[in-house]
């Protein structure tokens, strides 16, 4: 089955600056991979996703990209603000099954 | 609309006790999905349906747990009975056959068991 790692664990960075995320994928039939952020006590919620045949996407200050040979995508946040700060999942589908397979998580911390 | 529904949102039990979990998802969504969250292990996927059958619940974790969607707009996880280490937040999510592929959570329901 699929197998998705996600670095770092914990990422603190100072307001303003940039934070990236980064996961692999094990199963290069996988397709689809969105980004969820969750804050503390909440639900997880979509905040970005890509499909396998782009290689980046961007929404304001958060972008998505995907290198589809070495099977691993990037979460870029630029000027980071405090209320960024919570935990990243990363995850993945494979082909045309609905399952998603999530990373370990990210904690990210926003200093003010 | 109102999003995917979880009760109840916190329930607190006894070892060996039964507990019902519930889900309503977004009307028109054909997936349903189980999730279980700890901090040991991270969102783990329990078990899913597409138009009410369940396709995959080979994370179900044993024998104890069991889930049901006896319709479109309805589902159940049932653990029976509870043990200690059950103790977690479970989500359910929902999502569409169509082209977009996000699956939007419900609040989940935070279990203890005691």
């Known amino acids: 089955g699929e197998n998705v790692e996600q670095h770092p664990s914990t990422l603190s960075v100072q307001e303003g600056d940039s934070a990236v995320i980064k996961c692999t994928y094990s199963?290069?039939?996988?397709?689809?991979f969105p980004w969820y952020k969750q804050e503390l006590g909440k639900r997880p919620q979509l905040i970005i996703d890509?499909?396998?045949?782009?290689g980046e996407k961007k929404d304001q200050r958060i972008a998505v990209t995907l290198n589809k040979t070495a099977k691993h995508f990037s979460l870029h946040i630029t000027e980071t603000q405090p209320e960024d700060s919570a935990v990243y999942f990363c995850?993945?589908?494979?082909?045309?099954?609905?399952?998603?397979?999530f990373g370990s998580g990210t904690q990210l911390t926003v200093l003010p | 609309d109102a999003g995917v529904i979880q009760s109840p949102r916190h329930e607190v039990t006894e070892m060996g006790q039964e507990v019902t979990l519930r889900c309503k998802p977004i009307?028109?969504?054909?997936?349903l999905f189980w999730y279980r969250q700890t901090m040991m292990r991270g969102l783990e996927l329990l078990i899913y349906?597409?138009?009410?059958?369940?396709?995959?619940d080979s994370g179900m974790p044993e024998d104890r747990f069991s889930a049901k969607m006896p319709n479109a707009s309805f589902s159940t996880l049932k653990i029976q009975p509870s043990e200690p280490r059950d103790s977690a937040v479970y989500f359910c999510?929902?999502?569409?056959?169509?082209?977009?592929?996000?699956?939007?959570f419900g609040p989940g329901t935070r279990l203890t068991v005691t």
């Open positions: 999510a929902s999502t569409t056959s169509g082209g977009a592929l996000e699956q939007y």
């Open positions: 199963d290069s039939a996988s397709n689809y």
């Open positions: 890509i499909r396998s045949n782009v």
């Open positions: 995850a993945a589908i494979r082909g045309s099954a609905r399952q998603l397979t």
């Open positions: 009307s028109g969504h054909d997936y």
């Open positions: 349906f597409n138009n009410n059958v369940p396709i995959d």
